[in-house]
């Protein structure tokens, strides 16, 4: 695995102990719950990939060490930058200073179709631009009247979300009142999202917050397309896939191949009335848990709709996943699944004849939002590479529980990891590949490794389905096998200058 390290379980923890002693005794004490090595489980192996092993002991979901930079996202960037600003036909307002705003503006790459400024504003910003009177006298005022600038500069949005940043909370602005009047006014669906930043300890608040804006405002109020739309015995719902680089779409492809009809994907390329049609479909397919199963569990309360968990990256889990779907189906999906595998079996053995000679046996180390720490173990699986460790920034205990089903025993597992612990964890284990974000990229490159940034597939993708594996393989190769890692010394490598 590594250059000059070993790779066995032992050397791991050992490693762990080693970037612990940097630490004072309580930051020590502390961070010691977040880092360990995946363990071989009790328990059945998963059935869709044969593993058994178990990395969910160390702690999740809390506060970060004060005075230690971490890479979480804020409460405002679950809601706005992942689960509401993808949803194409709305406007979102980021209601506070330009800040968050400009900072998460456009920068997921959520494909979408549409025209821009017309039905779509994606990749538009628009803000209530507080400044300091706004602080002092509030900014309920500035929001309406924003909201009605919208209006009559916009006429064919759906509806408006106003995205509280971290002042919205400390000054009590009612963006609730606001939104009931307007929605009263225009007649379009107005959705205050209480996402303050500083809420929670991640982002992952946001995602619940946000869920608990689709079901009061959206749901609960009953308007919409839900009313005229006639459900199909083979209508589902995609949920939390955000569409990077066209994954929703690729995604869409395969399910509709198999004969099922995707009343609305969450939300990437999504417009409002997918969201109001949800209701109606007769099972939730959720990639993204982590961000979406609130959603999901209350649509399963609420309207009897089940729901389940599905991996489309990789020939493997694509596979396995496909089946387990139609298995919620008749025989006629069944028949369609296995044909549909059949159909793009020659592809994937096209990729793994090109690309398995070349990857086989390099090691990666995975540090990612959301749901790819684990998803993407299985596509680098199916190419002979191995996973050296794998961590999440804003995880719950539910995550890594899940994520023992993927890695195999003796997995370096790493929970909000901070800057100096992965680039110490990089430095020792000398990984192949470091899939990341774009926080993580120029560090680690100047370490002289390739990286990957696995968050918005360095502007690539799809990453989703049989045509994304393929994509997958490729730009994995380009990395790991670019010739200009040879053509340069580590610094710590370089001859002294002799002085003059």
């Known amino acids: 695995m590594a250059k000059d390290h070993a790779a066995g ?6 490693l762990i102990e080693e970037v612990l002693d940097a630490y004072p005794a ?21 059935p869709t990939t044969g593993i058994a092993s178990k990395c969910d002991t160390q702690k999740s979901n809390i506060k970060s060490v004060p005075g230690v930079m971490t890479v979480r996202g804020c409460s405002y960037a679950g809601s706005k930058g992942v689960v509401w600003g993808p949803v194409k036909d709305m406007v979102h307002i980021s209601h506070g200073p330009v800040g968050c705003g ?57 509806g408006t979300t106003i995205q509280s940043e971290c002042p919205i909370g400390l000054i009590g602005d009612d963006i609730e009142a606001v939104a009931r009047e307007k929605h009263k006014e225009h007649g379009k669906t107005m959705v205050p999202v209480r996402c303050e930043g500083f809420r929670g300890v991640s982002q992952s608040l946001g995602h619940h917050i946000a869920n608990d804006a689709v079901r009061d405002w959206v749901f609960e109020k009953g308007e919409g397309a839900a009313k005229d739309y006639e459900a199909g015995p083979y209508d589902v719902n995609v949920i939390g896939d955000y569409n990077i680089g066209g994954d929703a779409w690729a995604s869409r492809i395969l399910l509709e191949e198999i004969g099922l009809n995707v009343v609305g ?3 990437g390329d999504a417009t409002l009335a997918e969201i ?15 961000s979406m199963t609130y959603i999901c569990r209350y649509m399963e309360e609420k309207y009897g709709i089940g729901w389940m968990e599905y991996n489309f990256f990789g020939p493997t889990q694509i596979a396995a996943s496909l089946r387990a779907i139609a298995a ?6 069944q028949e369609n699944a296995e044909k549909v595998i059949a ?31 684990r998803h993407v173990v299985t596509a680098y699986d199916d190419l002979g590479m191995v996973i050296a460790g794998t961590g999440y ?16 025993e003796g997995t370096l597992i790493y929970d909000d990891v901070t800057g100096y612990e992965l680039e110490k964890f990089i430095e020792k284990i000398r990984p192949d590949l470091v899939g990341s974000g774009i926080k993580e990229k120029y560090p680690v490159q100047k370490m002289g490794i390739p990286f990957r940034q696995m968050h918005s597939w360095d502007y690539s993708g799809p990453y989703h389905g049989y045509d994304g594996f393929a994509i997958f393989a490729r730009d994995m190769d380009l990395a790991i096998n670019n010739p200009v890692w040879g053509m340069f010394d580590a610094p710590w490598d370089k001859p002294a200058i002799a002085a003059e």
């Open 276 to 290: 109001e049609r949800a209701p109606k479909a007769k099972l939730n397919l959720i990639h993204c848990y982590r």
């Open 328 to 333: 919620q189906f008749d025989e006629t999906i």
């Open 393 to 408: 920034e804003f995880a719950h205990s539910d995550d890594y529980k899940r994520t023992g089903h993927y890695v195999k």
């Open 9 to 14: 379980p032992e050397d791991f923890e050992s």
């Open 265 to 267: 994907n969450w939300s």
């Open 343 to 373: 159909k793009y079996q020659p592809l994937v053995d096209e990729v793994l004849a090109k690309y398995k000679p070349r990857l086989e046996g390099k090691s990666v180390m995975l540090y990612v939002g959301g749901l790819r720490p």
């Open 102 to 158: 400009q900072y998460s503006w456009s920068q997921r790459r959520n494909y979408y179709t549409g025209t821009t400024g017309v039905d779509s504003f994606v990749t538009m910003q628009f803000t209530t631009d507080f400044q300091e009177k706004d602080i002092v006298f509030g900014g309920d005022k500035k929001l309406a009247k924003t909201i009605d600038e919208i209006e009559e500069l916009f006429p064919l949005s759906k």
């Open 26 to 46: 309580k930051a020590r004490k502390r961070r010691a719950k977040h880092l360990t090595v995946s363990t071989a489980s009790d328990e059945a192996p998963d």
